[in-house]
């Protein structure tokens, strides 16, 4: 059994950054494919980004795409999400995800077999 922890949620102001880390617990991050998801106030849970399992391609939202960068540390076995010029938009709670998606289920939440317990993103001055 494969546990995310996930870590690096808080409050930052418009225009700040934050980066969020996530460590599978049981494994190690080459044995899947990592992707980050939101759920904003009121909204479903959407794609934020993935990486596959050989670090080899990441894959973006459009309304994240030049603004994070999802990126992995095999030596600290760790998964980041590092997110800049952040928007009140991008306040939610924010999941890892890990799974063997191909190319075109990347983005689907139902290709991924284990999820983290969410941290909680705020953007506000």
């Known amino acids: 059994q494969v546990q995310l922890v996930e870590s690096g949620g808080g409050l930052v102001p418009p225009g700040g950054s934050l980066r969020l880390s996530c460590v599978p617990s049981?494994?190690?991050?080459?044995?899947?494919?990592f992707g980050w998801f939101r759920q904003p106030p009121g909204k479903e849970r959407e794609f934020v980004a993935a990486?596959?399992?050989?670090?080899?391609?990441?894959y973006y939202a459009d309304s994240v795409k030049g603004r994070f960068t999802i990126f992995r540390d095999r030596a600290k076995n760790t998964v980041y999400l590092q997110m800049n010029s952040l928007e009140p938009e991008d306040t939610a709670v924010y999941y890892c995800?890990?799974?063997?998606?191909?190319?075109?289920?990347?983005?689907?939440?139902?290709?991924?077999?284990?999820w983290g317990q969410g941290t909680q993103v705020t953007v506000s001055s």
């Open positions: 990486i596959k399992w050989n670090g080899g391609s990441s």
């Open positions: 049981g494994s190690t991050i080459s044995s899947y494919s």
């Open positions: 995800a890990a799974g063997r998606p191909i190319t075109s289920t990347i983005r689907d939440e139902s290709a991924y077999y284990y």
